[in-house]
């Protein structure tokens, strides 16, 4: 063969065995587990090789997150033969409530990874899964409620009627329930508190997770219902805040485009009583709409800060000790997470309230 036939050939075989990036959605039908931590997924006839150094991912939890928190020492316990959460156990261990497959068998998973276009053979680097996106927007019909956070045995939340779906929180530890909040993202103390349409007041909302395959505990009985992660109420609601007393800052959205604009979006109010009136006193905020909104964020090293472009107070909103804010800056690079600060006028004196760690949708340059 001569050297130019061998350079062509050569340069035919690197490109044949480049990994070609993928992306799927569809049903997971089986796992196959080779060890605790590896495995073989089939999804859409798709066979996809994981190991323990993909990421596996729901709404409100990740593998390496849970066992950060759950276990001392951080995530070094993670890969350990017989972890509650290895992976096999994630893919298809305990059975979700209302559930039949074991798992997210038969959920509705999205992959990302690579795959070898000679032998076909896709290797996950990340599975995020909801197992199915259900939602449902609409009217609080009736409530069951018998602690803050509306999730001991039996509670339960109906919407749109009394042959609407009821709404049950998510218990597993890899689709845990997220607080309930009202449109400000504040969370709530439901405990024995009537959001249906017996208590005069029309509250709305929107649920997000599963309709179950089998009946789950709903009241003194039970029927299929939705088991949520999420669960927003559509109204300012002071009269159902947690920490009334208190002014707190909340985040939509925080959003970085790498040389471009790093934005921040959220809700913050004002200490109020039960009808929407101010209660704080000397230096506290008696409105939503004063201040200003500041955020940190580091980068290679280096914590930066960035005010709003014509630092601007926050937006009064309905009742006005609730406050609506976007800050917009420029930047050159962007950071995983940010601090977000609600400040007195100018910054004199220290911040109202703060929303720490909060992870930064990292976005291509456009």
Not at 37 to 64: C, L, Q, W
Not at 111 to 137: H, Y
Not at 236 to 255: F, H, K, M, Q, W
């Amino acid at each position: 063969m001569s050297a130019a036939a061998a350079a062509a050939m050569s340069g035919v075989c690197a490109t044949a065995s480049a990994q070609i990036l993928v992306e799927i959605e569809g049903p997971m039908s089986a796992y196959v587990a080779t060890t605790g931590n590896t495995g073989t997924m089939t999804v859409m006839n798709n066979k996809i090789a994981v190991d323990a150094n993909t990421v596996f991912a729901s709404p409100t939890e990740t593998r390496a997150d849970l066992f950060a928190r759950r276990l001392p020492g951080g995530g070094r316990e993670l890969n350990e033969a017989g972890a509650v959460y290895n992976v096999s156990n994630w893919m298809r261990g305990d059975m979700f409530d209302g559930r039949r497959q074991r798992g997210f068998i038969g959920a509705t998973v999205i992959v990302t990874g690579t795959v070898d276009p000679v032998t076909g053979v896709v290797t996950a680097q990340e599975v995020f899964s909801d197992i199915s996106e259900n939602v449902v927007l609409g009217a609080v019909y009736e409530n069951l409620c018998t602690n803050a956070a509306c999730n001991d045995p039996g509670n339960f939340i109906r919407g749109n009627g009394p042959l609407g779906p009821a709404f049950v929180p998510n218990a597993d530890k890899r689709l845990p329930a997220l607080p309930i909040t009202d449109a400000g993202l504040f969370e709530l103390n439901l405990a024995f508190k009537n959001l249906g349409v017996s208590s005069g007041i029309i509250t709305s909302f929107g649920g997000e997770g599963y309709f179950t395959q089998d009946p789950v505990p709903v009241g003194d009985g039970a029927e299929q219902a939705i088991v949520y992660y999420a669960f927003e109420l559509g109204e300012n609601r002071p009269d159902l805040l947690a920490t009334p007393g208190i002014p707190e800052i909340s985040t939509l959205r925080v959003r970085c485009t790498e040389g471009s604009r790093l934005e921040v979006r959220g809700f913050v109010h004002a200490p109020t009583d039960a009808t929407g009136a101010p209660t704080g006193g000397a230096g506290m905020p008696q409105s939503g709409g004063v201040g200003r909104i500041r955020a940190t964020m580091t980068v290679n090293g280096t914590t930066l800060t960035f005010l709003d472009e014509d630092n601007a107070p926050p937006v009064a909103d309905v009742p006005a000790t609730y406050g609506v804010y976007q800050l917009r800056q420029d930047v050159a690079a962007c950071g995983d997470s940010v601090n977000v600060f609600w400040d007195p006028p100018g910054g004199v004196g220290a911040p109202w309230a703060s929303a720490l760690n909060v992870p930064v949708d990292r976005l291509r340059e456009e």
